[in-house]
């Protein structure tokens, strides 16, 4: 690090408290690493795309690396498995949430540890904060996850995800595939990968068959009359470049269909410039920039949510400034399991508490309201 990042760090507007030196940085990151629910892990790839020459902005530093003094009290309602994903789980690693989707979850390894990641309570390596609950990717565990699909004919959809499927291997790819996709009621499948933002080059290497997994399922999907769909997840507009252009256009001429989910991250992408950028190059690649997420209300993370406020501000700046189709849904994902809503679909929102509310039409009983919470930053009077 010594021979990249300068001796004194560049502050360039940057307000926050923090390191001054390449020195601080490095105890600074090693003391964020210690309190952080997920462990560090990025891939060259990642790492050759951060600026660190201005290490504390960079918007892709942000997202992989912890900075101990960045890291805020949580608000009081955070919990690791925000979702309610475990108490959705009929047979340990599927979620079951809506009637006719299910989630897959074929292991609990990825090419790189989000800070964000809403499975924190699974994903990655233990941290000094949590035991994780795993998922480990074998046949026997995944023997029981088919049981219960095949079982449960109202089951229409399944998202194989994780941990990111970029960590099983080709053949692991294909079987999963192939055996969801022969069962007769199962109509949909997506693969869950951040592949193509963290590590583009195995979709063009002629020596690595993941691509070729995941193009083969394509194929065969469509001789099914079945979709398959690779969902992927790009943060900020500096994760593309052209290595992604390449992968981005082999899937295309092989006709894979390929969504973006994208998590509005503080420092990250909380500005219009920024997500405007990131959507327009997702649809010069062909992907389609189907989802903004409000961050989830999980531990360790309250420096990089934002209040409702801003997907709101967002989607309204955005909205009608793109063609329809390629403007994302801006969603916020209920605390407690209650699915995804529309953020501007919330029933209250009282930004003096950070309190918004919402109907759920999953909800066992309808007129539940489920709570999202601002982070504590934006309503100090309150929580701290
Ligand atoms: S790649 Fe996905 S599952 Fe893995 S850490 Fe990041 S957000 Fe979590």
Known sequence: ????????????????????????????????????????????????????????????????????????????????????????????????????????LASSVCPVYCRNCTRSYSVGADTEEVSKTRFLPIQKRWEAMFDYIERTPALRDILVSGGDLYTLSPDQIRMIGMRLLGIPHIERIRIASKGLAICPSRFIDPDDDWAGAVIDLSHRGRKLGKGVALHTHFNHPNEITWVTRLAAQRLFEEGVTVRNQTVLLNGVNNDVDTMKSLIAQLSSLNVQPYYVFQCDMVRGIEDMRTPLQEILALEAAIRGSIAGFMTPNFVVNLPGGGGKRLACSKESYDRSTGLSTFLSPISKDPSRTWEYWDPLPSHPEVGE
């Not at 490095?26 to 690493?33: P, R, W």
């Not at 997920?38 to 990642?46: F, L, N, S």
């Open 1 to 104: 690090m010594k021979d990249v990042v300068p001796d004194v760090l560049p502050r360039n507007g940057y307000d926050g408290k923090g390191p001054e030196t390449a020195a601080e940085l490095i105890e600074d990151i090693k003391s964020g690493t210690r309190r952080s629910t997920m462990a560090v892990k990025i891939t060259p790839y990642i790492l050759s795309l951060i600026d660190w020459a201005d290490p504390l902005r960079d918007p892709l530093a942000r997202q992989f690396i912890p900075l101990g003094s960045r890291i805020r009290p949580d608000h009081p309602k955070l919990s690791l498995d925000s979702l309610n994903e475990t108490g959705d789980s009929p047979v340990k690693g599927v979620i079951h949430r809506y009637p006719d989707r299910a989630v897959f």
